[in-house]
Structure formats: C-alpha cells, structure tokens
C-alpha cells in the first residue's frame, strides 16, 4: 500500500532520473550514508544530550521496529506534533523507515488544525508531547480519540529518557518496548511519498502536500552543495523544526546529509539563542525577518561572543533592504536571502553574490530544472523587471495538493506549472523580487493565516453575521491580520478571541485586531471588496465610532 498523489509525467520523472536529480534513495539516506568513523560525528545537540549520527540511526530503527510490532504498516498514515526536540527526528526517520507517511504539525498548531489534518489523512497513530496544552487538558478524551483509532496507537513524548525510547508511553500508559538491536523490515520505494508538508492555505481548508522521497531528497541535497555545507557546518534550529525552510532549505536535513551538526533552540529569541551560540560555536542560523529585527537589536549590546557565525539566513516573508543591510555589521556575518514555499521551489541569494543582490532580492531558483514564469492576469509573460504572478514545476515542486482536485484544477495549469499566488520582478541576474500577493493569506511574520479559514470560524458565533480579514502592515511583523466583523456594536473582541480560542485555532491566527462594522464593500459581482478594506487599514480610514482595539487576552 501508498499514499496516493498526483505523480510527475513520465517524461518529465524520466529527465530527472536521468539528470541523477532523483537517486531512487529514500530520504533517510542524509544520516544512512554517514558509516563508520562519519558515524561517530555528532548529528544533534539537543539541551545537555548529544546523538551521534549511530545513535539517530540505531534510535530511529529501534522505534521504527516499534512501530511495525504495534501493526503499523507501509502506507498508513501519522499525525505528529512534536516541540524542537531531537526525538522529532528520530521520531520522523522512523516512520520514513517503516514507510508510514507523517503530516509533522507546527508544534503551535491548535485542535482545530489537528482535526483537520487527521480528517485528511485518517492517521494510524498520531505522536504528541506530554506537556502540550492539548494533551494535558485532555489526556485520554476528545482530542485523542477523535485523531487516531484508538489510545493503543496514541503516543506520547515525556521527559527526555537515556535509552530515549523510554521517553515515549502509549495513551494506554503502557511503555514503547523495542528491542536494543531491532531493525524495520521494509524497502522503502523512493518514488512514493515520504511525507505530507503544509500549505500555508488560502482557501479554507488546511491543504497537504505529499513530498516524494525523491524530490525531497534532490532539494535537500542540492540546497546542502549550493550552501557549501560540510561536516563543520554547526546549524542553529531555532525555527519550528517541521517548516520546510529549518528542515529542508537547507535545514536540518541539509546538515545531516553533510555531516554536521544541528543545534537545537526552543525558541527562536535571542535570550534563547545567542548562549547557544556561543557555547557550541554555531556556524548557521535560519531566521524569520521579524527575528532578524529583534536579533539586530539585541546583539550590540549583548555579552554572548557570536563570532562563531558564517551565515544568517532569512525566509518566510519579505525582508526590507534597510533591515537586510545590518546584518554584516550587527551580526558580524553574511546574509543569505531565502524565498521558498513548502509546495517546492525553493531561490536563494548565493554566497558569492554582490551586496546588491543580497540585500534588494529573494534569490533565483537552486535548480538548473526549476523553470519559472512571471505572468500578468492574462496569461502572458511579463517583460523583465515587471511585476507578475509567478508560476513554477520543476523536480522538486510538486503536482498535485492531496485530495483536492477542484483546487488543484486552478492552482494548476495545462502544463502543471504550479501558481504560487505571489506577486514577483525578476531583477537582473535572473533574481526574484517578492513584491506582493494574489492570495487571500495574511504573512504574519512567516506565520502564514488563511484568511477564510478564520473568517468562516469566527462566522460561527452567534453575534457575528460575517466576517473578512485582511492584512495590516506592521513595521516588526511586516503583517498582522485585521477582521471587519458584521456584528452588534456591543461585541466584545475579547469574547471573539475567547471564543476563536475555543474552537482550537491557533493562536498566531487570532486576528491582532477587530472593528466591528454594520457592513462590508462589495465588489462590482457582489463579493467581499478586500481591497477597499486593506487600503481602509493602510490609510487609518477605518471609522472612528465603528471601531473597536483589540482588549488583551
Ligand atoms: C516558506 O514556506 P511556506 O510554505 O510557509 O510559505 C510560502 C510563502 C511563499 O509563497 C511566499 O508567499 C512567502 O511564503 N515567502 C516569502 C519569502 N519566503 C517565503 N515572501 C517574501 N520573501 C521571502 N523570502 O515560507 C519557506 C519555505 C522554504 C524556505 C523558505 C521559506
């Protein structure tokens, strides 16, 4: 048995096997490869406990063995919610080894997203901390019961162990048992799917991306050689570890597969991150541009020695050339600019580029074979330097979200060229420019919010008759989310919250900011005018009476 998805022509899998793109190895090769003495080198540090890549290898078998005695099976499904913990690896190579296909959920991913992954992929088992909020308001209860078939497949990450098995129990408080020198007994087929990655979404509905091993495997490899990665590399994991920029670009995956070392941070703050630094001589870092901000910030007047780093690098949303600029002199480092999506393209700012293009762009594709085309509203291309909606397949980027042909009809094109919804200038040198978007998404800081999926749940309290939300430009988070609520002028926003809350959304999703109103601008065919609300926000039009600030929580 597979997870179905929407496979590559065979013309097209056919050039990228021919290209040596796709190996036929499973993704677990970015630690199998390492052997012998390359598997004595330290792959995680994660708090006072040190793994080896032998001991990644022997963990993650032992718990992939695990998981085959408890009746998992090739093409069963995982739920996983795992904070920045060196078991989240072990935890996902275990489940690539014995081919059970995991989506890998933000650890602050609330109810409300985990029911709607698990509603997709029906999981087999669903692994989750003991200390999440979830788990401790509702052990044994709803949260549980509705995710997985039963308690027995439920498995629950405690306090750090030795032997790390013992960190895991089942729902049924009954220990993981797994043999010292178990092995999974599976041959994994490379061209399947090894994993779901998330959509940051714009249509309502929380949509997954299969990820062959393949395809992963290639961007992996590729983003690791055009970062000279190698076994010193020393990367900092401060990002949840789940996103595709902290695990594949090159990210974690990026440095098993040279032989480093990946250093993990609870939390991507400077309090948290710079002793790290420091004590293990990081070399690397991924950020966010609103932390790049607040790392600027702190570091001249910080104590912490960060003349270990190489690299700085920034994805997620648009960085402002001003921010970009003071990396070199604040952080003592280079910069490198990231602009990648989970769907599959990835562009970077190169090591050897000039300061130009490292401050003002987002990087050009890492593939040879990513073919890209920047067109305007009617489908043709625009002339260089023009702003247009940027259109992408190549080996890595895939072809189809999973279950979900009506949207995949219009996301896709005759070609399977893949519209990523953003709004980009091709700058000299074949360089993107982000400058905008065409999606109903607000980029709060990296933090991708769906906006319909917000509106539709906060349209399901009682006080509200309808809800849009847009973007509201913020000079830290670059956006935070406004909601123009139909609602009684009494409505207090800090009910609306309590009661988003209470649905189980995330919490970065809670729109920052409510006016309520008596109605919202129409369009020409009756539809909710976004733009008139955004520029109504960017103006400080909004109306004085009808207004009402967020209360804190
Ligand atoms: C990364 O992946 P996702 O899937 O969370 O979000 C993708 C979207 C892009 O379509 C774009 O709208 C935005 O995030 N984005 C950027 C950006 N990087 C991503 N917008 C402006 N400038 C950038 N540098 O966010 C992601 C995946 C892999 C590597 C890096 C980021």
């Not at 910030?297 to 104590?303: D, H, L, V």
Request: proline fraction near 7%; aromatic fraction near 8%; hydrophobic fraction near 40%.
């Amino acid at each position: 048995m597979s997870v179905a998805f929407t496979p590559w022509p065979a013309e097209f899998a056919e050039r990228y096997r021919a290209k040596g793109y796709w190996t036929g190895d499973p993704l677990t090769d970015v630690v199998e490869r390492h052997r012998g003495a390359e598997a004595e080198a330290t792959a995680i540090l994660c708090g006072e406990r040190r793994f080896r890549y032998a001991d990644v290898q022997r963990l993650s078998d032992r718990l992939a063995a695990a998981f085959q005695t408890r009746g998992l099976r090739a093409g069963d499904t995982a739920l996983v919610q795992l904070p920045n913990r060196a078991e989240f690896y072990i935890v996902f190579f275990a489940l690539l080894k014995c081919g059970v296909v995991p989506v890998n959920a933000l650890n602050n991913h609330g109810a409300f997203e985990l029911t709607a992954y698990a509603r997709q992929i029906e999981p087999k088992l669903a692994v989750l901390a003991k200390g999440h909020p979830l788990v401790a308001a509702d052990p044994a209860g709803a949260v549980a019961g509705s995710l997985t078939a039963g308690l027995d497949r439920l498995l629950l990450l405690g306090d750090p162990a030795d032997d790390v098995i013992g960190s895991f129990a089942w729902g049924t408080g009954e220990a993981l048992s797994a043999a010292p020198d178990a092995a999974p007994d599976h041959a994994v087929d490379a061209s399947g799917v090894a994993f779901f990655q998330l959509s940051g979404g714009s249509t309502g509905t929380p949509k997954l991306i299969p990820r062959t091993h393949d395809d992963y495997l290639y961007s992996v490899r590729r983003s690791a050689e055009l970062c000279r990665l190698d076994g010193g590399c020393r990367f900092l994991c401060a990002l949840p570890a789940p996103h595709n920029f902290t695990l594949s670009s090159p990210g974690a995956l990026g440095v098993f597969h040279a032989g480093g070392t990946v250093i993990l941070a609870g939390d991507p703050g400077p309090a948290t991150c710079f002793p790290l630094i420091e004590r293990h001589r990081a070399t690397w870092a991924a950020l966010v541009p609103p932390m790049l901000s607040v790392w600027l910030e702190a570091a001249p007047g910080s104590a912490a020695d960060l003349s270990s780093l190489e690299v700085v690098q920034v994805g997620g949303a648009k960085l402002s050339p001003a921010v970009a600029e003071r990396v070199p002199e604040r952080l003592g480092c280079r910069l490198q600019q990231v602009f990648g999506m989970a769907e599959g393209l990835v562009n970077y700012t190169r090591l050897d580029d000039d300061a130009w293009t490292v401050v003002n762009t987002q990087g050009r594709p890492m593939s040879p074979d990513d073919e890209v085309r920047i067109l305007d509203p009617a489908g043709r291309p625009v002339s260089p330097g023009e702003v247009g909606e940027l259109w992408t397949r190549g080996p890595y980027t895939f072809r189809g979200y999973y279950k979900a042909e009506q949207h995949n009809a219009r996301v896709f094109d005759d070609e399977g060229f893949y519209c990523s919804g953003d709004l980009v200038a091709m700058a000299p040198g074949g360089n993107l420019v982000v400058c905008g978007r065409n999606k109903d998404q607000i980029n709060r800081g990296g933090e991708k919010i769906d906006a319909q999926e917000v509106e539709d749940v906060l349209a399901g309290h009682p006080a509200v008759g309808h809800a849009a939300i847009v973007a509201m430009p913020d000079p830290l988070m670059g956006e935070r989310s406004c909601a123009f609520v139909i609602a009684p002028p009494d409505t207090r926003p800090s009910e609306l919250r309590r009661f988003l809350r209470g649905q189980g959304l995330a919490d970065f999703k809670l729109p920052d900011r409510f006016v309520l109103v008596a109605e919202l601008p129409k369009t020409a065919v009756g539809k909710i005018d976004k733009q008139t609300l955004r520029e109504r926000v960017r103006h400080g039009l909004v109306d004085p009476i009808a207004q009402t600030e967020m209360t804190a929580p």
